[in-house]
């Protein structure tokens, strides 16, 4: 019984996942479009959770659906446009955007047709948390360090551009 409700979850959470991201790139309101985004990595950590990968689906949300998506919502802030009902404007590269969509989603299909699956799921270990800290704070800390200095770096620019932009509209 257990088998039909995990089946069922997966493709519950795979419909809002697919119909969440279709609303982001489809509405007009980029705010909309981010609060759309937040719902489809939410519904991601509920995959997690189906998996039974409790650790990667608290970092899915604290990272994506809450870091990432508020600083969405603060460079959205910070540039400030007048009408904020339309800034999600369509143009004029959905034939190339939909070419590449075709593609990327053939070539998705042939990897997962001519990939070996196993049948029995190896079973998750206990302590998945301690191998992924010490591997990361180990192994893999210079790598870990340089793309959070490469975050704070993006972040700083980010609002030095923003503000520069006011201070030019005022100037107008």
């Given at each position: 019984m257990e088998g039909i409700w995990m089946t069922a979850a997966f493709y519950l959470l795979a419909a809002i996942i697919l119909g969440s991201a279709l609303l982001v790139v489809l509405l007009k309101n980029i705010v909309h479009s981010v609060l759309w985004l937040a719902v489809c990595f939410v519904a991601m950590a509920g995959l997690f959770l189906t998996?039974?990968?409790?650790f990667l689906a608290a970092v899915q949300v604290l990272?994506?659906?809450?870091?990432?998506?508020?600083?969405?919502?603060f460079g959205i802030m910070l540039i400030q446009r007048g009408d904020m009902g339309s800034t999600n404007l369509f143009n004029n590269q959905t034939k190339a955007a939909a070419g590449v969509v075709a593609l990327v989603l053939a070539v998705c299909g042939y990897l997962a047709a001519t990939t070996p699956w196993a049948s029995p799921a190896a079973a998750v270990p206990e302590n998945t948390v301690?191998?992924?800290?010490?591997?990361?704070?180990?192994?893999?800390?210079i790598p870990f360090e340089v793309a959070a200095i490469l975050l704070l770096v993006a972040l700083v620019g980010a609002i030095f551009l923003a503000k520069e932009v006011k201070a030019d509209a005022r100037n107008d």
């Open positions: 998996l039974d990968a409790d990272v994506y659906a809450g870091a990432v998506c508020i600083m969405v919502v301690e191998s992924i800290a010490e591997i990361m704070l180990s192994k893999y800390v």
